[in-house]
């Protein structure tokens, strides 16, 4: 299946067609990120078909020359936010990749979804367009993928993530928790939970290629 046919039932709603009008006057009236032809990027970069992993973050960095689509990365131009460096911190300490590209175009291409719940925010607002109405795509996109995949893992840092898993079916897939990487969290779980390793385990585990981190 193609995103354009697993989407397709939502985005011919009255709730996407109202969102997307409140999406296009947000770009046109105020400074908005990422750039506009970014939104879905994350989308672009895996297809349906190819998703094994799904990261979940909460809304694009605010700042800057930062946000690309993806949640976690940012533009090489800019330095690394601190979740980020400590996303590189436990990447390091648990199988010992030392990587130098902020962006995660990569880990994307390989089949790791890198969504955020919120697609856009304002410049400097961080949240800012938490009740614009994307979670329940986003939601949407969520389901869809527990529903119609098997042995998927589901990556939930952090309090708002885990709240995702209610949309998961944990029968049928992996669901990997921990402390948020930010720096106000990281400390209570982040830190030493191998994420990755186990990522590459269960995987392996269902006959499926590791990720190259």
Known sequence: MTWTEVLAPIK????FKTLWEKVKNEYETTKVFPPKN?????????????????????????NDHQANGLCFSV???????PSLKNIFIELKD??????????????????VLLLNATLTVRAHSPNSHKDLGWEKFTDFIIKEISDKKENVVFVLWGAFAQKKAELI????????????PSPFSVH???FGSKPFSKINEYLISKGKKPISW
């Open 12 to 15: 011919k709603t009255e709730y």
């Open 38 to 62: 970014q939104i879905f990027r994350a989308l672009e970069l895996t297809p349906f078909d190819d998703v094994e992993v799904v990261i979940i973050g909460q809304d694009p960095y605010h």
């Open 188 to 190: 209570r779980g982040f």
């Open 75 to 81: 533009s090489e131009q800019v330095a690394a936010p």
């Open 169 to 180: 079916d944990p029968a049928k897939h992996f669901i990997l928790k921990s402390a948020h």
């Open 94 to 111: 648990d199988v010992g990749v030392v990587r130098t590209s902020k962006e995660l175009d990569d880990w994307a291409r390989q089949g």
